[in-house]
T-cell receptor, first 111, second 113 residues
Framework: SQQGEEDPQALSIQEGENATMNCSYK?????LQWYRQNSGRGLVHLIL?????REKHSGRLRVTLDTSKKSSSLLITASRAADTASYFC???????????FGKGTTLSVSS | NAGVTQTPKFQVLKTGQSMTLQCAQD?????MSWYRQDPGMGLRLIHY???????DQGEVPNGYNVSRSTTEDFPLRLLSAAPSQTSVYFC????????????FGSGTRLTVV
């Protein structure tokens, strides 16, 4: 069974708008990671937020983590067409072993 | 610095054939994993390794074997291919497991007919 579940499954916005996608997970975590996948490509690591952090920024990305609700959100501000991709959250299978991914959110940004 | 290299990029197999998907990394990463990606299913973990000589099963290990004789290489073997194994396969590696981000290969698209 998959640990993380992203919501929504698909999101369509206009360039310049903000995009928010959410991730819920089931068990306690050490950290939660977000990845991007452009069509037909491998995944690219975007950002990692540790369990003792509540918010983290990287460029136009803002990630929040609420361990009490077992949820995280990824906000992309001022979206661009190049942000069109699938976004996945991931958590650890066990103590430092391997990552388990959700099914992803497909973001489409139109100009 | 090539990162994670997967070969081949595309492969068509007949049911019952065997093959090995290759994965190599040149970053001296101890942790490596194999995933399969199917439409609407996200990525599912097949097998993983936390170092040379150490492997373990993930979420969907049936029909696949792995070995890790060196730090650099982590091949995935399909012993008797089935149409249900048609998928895109990704290999990933990390310096220190899930405490850091993983680097992914570009994938192998496998079709079993």
């Amino acid at each position: 069974s998959q640990q993380g579940e992203e919501d929504p499954q698909a999101l369509s916005i206009q360039e310049g708008e903000n995009a928010t996608m959410n991730c819920s997970y089931k068990t306690s975590i050490n950290n939660l990671q977000w990845y991007r996948q452009n069509s037909g490509r491998g995944l690219v690591h975007l950002i990692l937020i540790r369990s003792n952090e509540r918010e983290k920024h990287s460029g136009r990305l803002r990630v929040t983590l609420d361990t009490s609700k077992k949820s995280s959100s990824l906000l992309i501000t001022a979206s661009r067409a190049a942000d069109t991709a699938s976004y996945f959250c991931a958590t650890a299978l066990g103590a430092g072993t391997a990552l388990i991914f959700g099914k992803g959110t497909t973001l489409s940004v139109s100009s | 610095n090539a990162g994670v290299t997967q070969t081949p990029k595309f492969q068509v197999l007949k049911t019952g054939q065997s093959m090995t998907l290759q994965c190599a990394q040149d970053m001296n990463h101890e942790y490596m994993s194999w995933y399969r990606q199917d439409p609407g299913m996200g990525l599912r973990l097949i097998h993983y390794s936390v170092g040379a000589g150490i492997t373990d099963q993930g979420e969907v290990p049936n029909g696949y074997n792995v070995s890790r004789s060196t730090t650099e290489d982590f091949p995935l073997r399909l012993l008797s291919a089935a149409p249900s194994q048609t998928s895109v396969y990704f290999c990933a590696s990390s310096y220190s497991g899930t405490y850091y981000g993983y680097t992914f290969g570009s994938g192998t698209r496998l079709t079993v007919v």
